[in-house]
Nanobody, 119 residues
Framework: QVQVVESGGGLVQAGGSLRLSCSASARLFSFDAVRWHRQAPGKSRELVASITTNGSTMYADSVKGRFTISRDNAKNTVYLQMNSLEPEDTGIYRC?????????????WGQGTQVTVVS
């Protein structure tokens, strides 16, 4: 069974940086896309960034210019570099691996990693 595991979360001051990792137990080419989501307390889940097999990326407006998603196919890992962090970025960050963009709800989810940004 394919698994994805997140790491790299933590506590950081506003303006700081963190790099999250999403490591898959299968080759990244097994998936059409890998996505990062976040959920803040009392808020609905938000798609933060996505990267496809061919390297195309997308970002939520709230993180454009601050976050960068990338992939290392040799390590089966997708990264989320987060710079200029704001308290509003606080939440649980989870990645999911989407097998087919035609059926994006069929995906493997990780357990998540906590990001806390303090002012």
């Amino acid at each position: 069974q394919v698994q994805v595991v997140e790491s790299g979360g933590g506590l950081v001051q506003a303006g700081g940086s963190l790099r999250l990792s999403c490591s898959a137990s299968a080759r990244l080419f097994s998936f059409d896309a890998v996505r990062w989501h976040r959920q803040a307390p009392g808020k609905s889940r938000e798609l933060v960034a996505s990267i496809t097999t061919n390297g195309s990326t997308m970002y939520a407006d709230s993180v454009k210019g601050r976050f960068t998603i990338s992939r290392d196919n040799a390590k089966n890992t997708v990264y989320l570099q987060m710079n200029s962090l704001e308290p509003e970025d606080t939440g649980i960050y989870r990645c999911n691996a989407v097998y087919s963009l035609k059926r994006p709800n069929i995906a493997t989810w990780g357990q998540g990693t906590q990001v806390t940004v303090v002012s």
